[in-house]
């Protein structure tokens, strides 16, 4: 071979110029790359075509469903599905697989289901959007909307009706409201209620000014809905409900998720509907009749109260039976059995008793009876070795203590321990990251690149899930590691000076 065509040869003649240009182009190539993943576009056009085939995920990271200790997906029926979902088919090969639901999820989705439930509910939501589409169909409406409540703050203040100051009495808009946006139909309903006489009067305008037969049509419907007492009662009581749910509504959502608060929040939002329900009817009614008079609506006599008496119980029996349905009681039992094991505050929810409990309920198949015995005097060691070590009382989640067990060696000393720990974390509180993530492949994998291969399919989601991550990457690192893979004929680093 011809030593001076040699690849090192040829490497080592390249100018300090050309490295620069070299790192300089492939720096561009990177930071495209970046940002063109980012806004999920295609890198190469729309054929991204690879040899890869899309396997089964569990064979090719060869992982057994009997192994399986935890499910959870929003509330499709043919995902949760007790008799033909997906739920059933893991749990006809691992019983073990405890199901549960996406608590964020769980909440909207029985909110949700109530409206679907009750009729006039059910036609309630259905009216919010055309409300929506009538009200705010244009940058043009929007603005007469915000005008109209412009003039009707200040009516209010000369009328010393509002309390005034900082923050308070700001000019908003409608919100849209979303089946799969959280607390978004609360948002509505409070937006409503405040910019009431705003819609009232923008729907005039729309009836009297509409460009089309359409628009003044859709205008005078909406205009004889909302004023109707129907209309105004069902509004005043989907927004108490919403009301009393919308904290564990955002408690459920929180990425760091403290189960046991939320299992008592869902007891206490269970109590205060039911609370409701005996005792709410009399202010209810007081706050939708002084509503109807402030803006002129005709109240109907008391025959029609006895028609809305019935939507009242059963919206709110409707909504019981769901939080009822959604939050079984052996699930919530064992996720509050699983803070037990919370390290937060020196492990103040530590109980003997409670974590014995979650191993020989939930997974007694995971440990053998002579195992389950010895289980509570590790335990009992497990106690006193808290005490005295102060690193372990710094722990804040049930992973962070998993992965101290791990790298004090101390899961050698309570292996049981260790191993409930484990169990513990493969049950899922929220599903809603996953949940994102699958909201992102519509955005990343579109009907013009389903071509795209597996690696390059997952490296995408990896790069516009965690942006945030990403981010903190320079692209100078990036280039030095890739560089330091193996020989390369373009030089991208500059030589070391010879000594």
Same mark, same amino acid.
């Given at each position: 071979?011809?030593?001076?065509?040699?690849?090192?040869?040829?490497?080592?003649?390249?100018?300090?110029?050309?490295?620069?240009?070299?790192?300089?182009?492939?720096?561009? $190539?990177?930071?495209?790359?970046?940002?063109?993943?980012?806004?999920?576009?295609?890198?190469?056009?729309?054929?991204?075509?690879?040899?890869?085939?899309?396997?089964?995920?569990?064979?090719?990271?060869?992982?057994?469903?009997?192994?399986?200790?935890?499910?959870?997906?929003?509330?499709?029926?043919?995902?949760?599905?007790?008799?033909?979902?997906?739920?059933?088919?893991?749990?006809?090969?691992?019983?073990?697989?405890?199901?549960?639901?996406?608590?964020?999820?769980?909440?909207?989705?029985?909110?949700?289901?109530?409206?679907?439930?009750?009729?006039?509910?059910?036609?309630?939501?259905?009216?919010?959007?055309?409300?929506?589409?009538?009200? $705010?169909?244009?940058?043009?409406?929007?603005?007469?909307?915000?005008?109209?409540?412009?003039?009707?703050?200040?009516?209010?203040?000369?009328?010393?009706?509002?309390?005034?100051?900082?923050?308070?009495?700001?000019?908003?808009?409608?919100?849209?409201?979303?089946?799969?946006?959280?607390?978004?139909?609360?948002?509505?309903?409070?937006?409503?209620?405040?910019?009431?006489?705003?819609?009232?009067?923008?729907?005039?305008?729309?009836?009297?000014?509409?460009?089309?037969?359409?628009?003044?049509?859709?205008?005078?419907?909406?205009?004889?809905?909302?004023?109707?007492?129907?209309?105004?009662?069902?509004?005043?009581?989907?927004?108490?409900?919403?009301?009393?749910?919308?904290?564990?509504?955002?408690?459920?959502?929180?990425?760091?998720?403290?189960?046991?608060?939320?299992?008592?929040?869902?007891?206490?939002?269970?109590?205060?509907?039911?609370?409701?329900?005996?005792?709410?009817?009399?202010?209810?009614?007081?706050?939708?009749?002084?509503?109807?008079?402030?803006?002129?609506?005709?109240?109907?006599?008391?025959?029609?109260?006895?028609?809305?008496?019935?939507?009242?119980?059963?919206?709110?029996?409707?909504?019981?039976?769901?939080?009822?349905?959604?939050?079984?009681?052996?699930?919530?039992?064992?996720?509050?059995?699983?803070? $037990?094991?919370?390290?937060?505050?020196?492990?103040?929810?530590?109980?003997?008793?409670?974590?014995?409990?979650?191993?020989?309920?939930?997974?007694?198949?995971?440990?053998?009876?002579?195992?389950?015995?010895?289980?509570?005097?590790?335990?009992?060691?497990?106690?006193?070795?808290?005490?005295?070590? $102060?690193?372990?009382?710094?722990?804040?989640?049930?992973?962070?203590?998993?992965?101290?067990?791990?790298?004090?060696?101390?899961?050698?000393?309570?292996?049981?321990?260790?191993?409930?720990?484990?169990?513990?974390?493969?049950?899922?509180?929220?599903?809603?990251?996953?949940?994102?993530?699958?909201?992102?492949?519509?955005?990343?994998?579109?009907?013009?690149?389903?071509?795209?291969?597996?690696?390059?399919?997952?490296?995408?989601?990896?790069?516009?899930?965690?942006?945030?991550?990403?981010?903190?990457?320079?692209?100078?690192?990036?280039?030095?590691?890739?560089?330091?893979?193996?020989?390369?004929?373009?030089?991208?680093?500059?030589?070391?000076?010879?000594?």
């Amino acid at each position: 071979m011809n030593q001076n065509q040699h690849i090192e040869k040829v490497i080592e003649k390249q100018s300090c110029q050309q490295i620069e240009n070299n790192r300089l182009r492939l720096k561009v $190539s990177c930071d495209a790359i970046k940002w063109l993943t980012f806004q999920t576009c295609a890198l190469r056009g729309h054929d991204e075509s690879s040899n890869s085939k899309n396997r089964d995920v569990l064979a090719r990271h060869n992982l057994s469903i009997k192994n399986i200790r935890g499910q959870g997906y929003d509330g499709a029926s043919n995902m949760r599905g007790e008799w033909s979902g997906l739920l059933a088919l893991f749990l006809s090969e691992c019983p073990y697989a405890y199901y549960i639901h996406c608590f964020p999820h769980r909440l909207h989705l029985a909110l949700v289901a109530t409206s679907r439930e009750v009729i006039s509910g059910h036609q309630f939501f259905s009216k919010l959007t055309l409300i929506t589409n009538v009200v $705010s169909s244009s940058s043009k409406r929007h603005d007469q909307l915000q005008a109209g409540q412009i003039v009707e703050v200040e009516k209010l203040i000369a009328n010393h009706e509002p309390k005034t100051g900082k923050g308070l009495n700001k000019v908003g808009t409608i919100k849209r409201a979303s089946d799969t946006r959280w607390s978004s139909h609360l948002s509505f309903v409070r937006s409503l209620v405040i910019m009431f006489e705003a819609t009232y009067l923008v729907l005039k305008i729309i009836i009297a000014e509409g460009a089309t037969y359409s628009q003044r049509g859709d205008a005078d419907y909406v205009y004889n809905v909302i004023t109707s007492f129907e209309f105004v009662f069902i509004l005043h009581l989907m927004k108490e409900i919403l009301e009393i749910t919308d904290d564990l509504c955002q408690a459920l959502q929180r990425k760091s998720q403290d189960v046991l608060n939320a299992m008592c929040l869902v007891s206490t939002t269970k109590m205060l509907i039911q609370k409701m329900r005996e005792s709410g009817w009399d202010s209810l009614l007081e706050s939708v009749k002084l509503f109807c008079k402030k803006h002129e609506i005709d109240i109907p006599n008391m025959n029609a109260h006895y028609n809305s008496v019935d939507v009242f119980i059963a919206t709110i029996d409707s909504q019981l039976q769901e939080l009822n349905v959604r939050f079984k009681e052996d699930m919530m039992e064992s996720l509050i059995l699983n803070s $037990s094991l919370d390290p937060r505050d020196g492990f103040r929810s530590f109980r003997i008793d409670d974590v014995f409990s979650l191993a020989n309920k939930f997974y007694s198949k995971d440990f053998s009876e002579q195992e389950k015995l010895h289980l509570r005097y590790q335990l009992e060691h497990f106690e006193l070795d808290i005490q005295h070590d $102060s690193e372990m009382q710094k722990l804040s989640t049930i992973s962070e203590l998993c992965q101290y067990l791990v790298k004090s060696r101390k899961s050698t000393i309570y292996p049981l321990i260790n191993r409930l720990v484990r169990l513990v974390l493969t049950l899922l509180v929220s599903t809603a990251t996953t949940e994102r993530a699958f909201s992102a492949m519509s955005l990343v994998k579109t009907k013009l690149r389903n071509n795209m291969g597996h690696d390059f399919l997952a490296n995408s989601f990896i790069i516009y899930i965690e942006k945030e991550i990403v981010d903190t990457f320079s692209i100078d690192s990036i280039i030095d590691e890739f560089y330091a893979m193996k020989e390369r004929r373009v030089q991208l680093k500059m030589p070391r000076p010879k000594s």
